[in-house]
């Protein structure tokens, strides 16, 4: 699968050492050792490491460091220079993950760490990043209903403080085939993403990094579940007759009112009130709401002060209940990950 962020080793390789735009390029305080035998440089810092550990990690470094070298190749403090195109903090992380100045925490992951793994991990084929990663995005995206709804507070406030994170997570987990992390990572991202920034990307606030956009298949599965997982939710509520004939609407028979409703008029305008906001929450094309709580639906609507009869309001939430978890369980069939995932 095409991705902006697989490795590129040629347009790294072809990166053409820029001497014409000076700039303050600062050494690292932590990451220059006296023995390392290569510096890198980003486009503020420099990094004097060492090639073994680099070439131990990543392939993709290793056959940079292989290729014989012009004459009139750069040298610093008689160590290669090498340019990298790649954003100062993510080779700090780098650097930081690889000398074992960070550890990784089983619980819990600084996210900027997690990122310079899904990033260099994927650009220079370092698999225990990725493979890493995926462990930890498996935890942030869990594959049951309860699971989510208990940690997608979490999730947005992640969103919100690493712009692009939902986008590359999809891609991710396309590219290396976790389905499992799907379903909450496409609710995640269409619950906080509007619909054209789902469609264009967005910009991520490090622009030395290319935008945050789906790839071409993920973007294909995205729209259909978007524009058919709460619709299918809301049929599911309506509660069709057996045959479900929309063509003949005597045969359409929906939950509210029971047959033991007190209040049959005002049940029946209430139930039209609640599904008239499902749609409204599901169509829009900002981002749209997965309703979690039939009582919170309930209190946005405006006429709060005639709710259903006794005898319709535990029947009406028992629904809803059963149908938020059915479309859950059925997102993956939206998202037709038994066709790209064989599931
Ligand atoms: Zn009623």
Known sequence: MSSNLQPNTKRKRETPVNDDAPREVERSTQFWFDDGNVVLQTQTMQFRVHRSLLSLHSPIMKDCFACPQPGDAPLLEGCPLVHLPDPTKDIENFCALLYGVYHLDVDG????????MMYMGRKYGISHFTASALKHLQKLFPPTLKAWDNGCSGIKKMASENEGLLFDVINLA?????????PAAFLSLCTIHKLDEILSG???????????ALNHQPMLDCMRARMTFIPSFICGIVNFMEGDDLDDESKI???????????????????????????????????????????????????ISDPFCRQCEPEMQKTF?????????????????SENFDV
């Open 202 to 212: 967005i910009e991520r606030p490090n622009h030395h990094r290319p935008l945050a």
């Open 109 to 116: 992951i600084n996210y900027a760490y997690l990122e310079t």
């Open 174 to 182: 396309y590219e290396y085939r976790v389905a499992s992390i799907l």
């Open 253 to 303: 028979q929906y939950i509210i009112p029971t047959a033991r409703c007190t209040k049959k008029t005002s049940c029946q305008r209430r139930f039209v009130d609640v599904l008239t906001r499902l749609i409204g929450l599901s169509s829009s094309i900002y981002c749209i709401k997965f309703p979690r709580r039939l009582d919170v639906l309930c209190f946005s609507l405006e006429d």
């Open 321 to 337: 209940d059963t149908h938020i978890k059915t479309a859950w369980d059925e997102l993956p069939g939206h998202l037709h990950m």
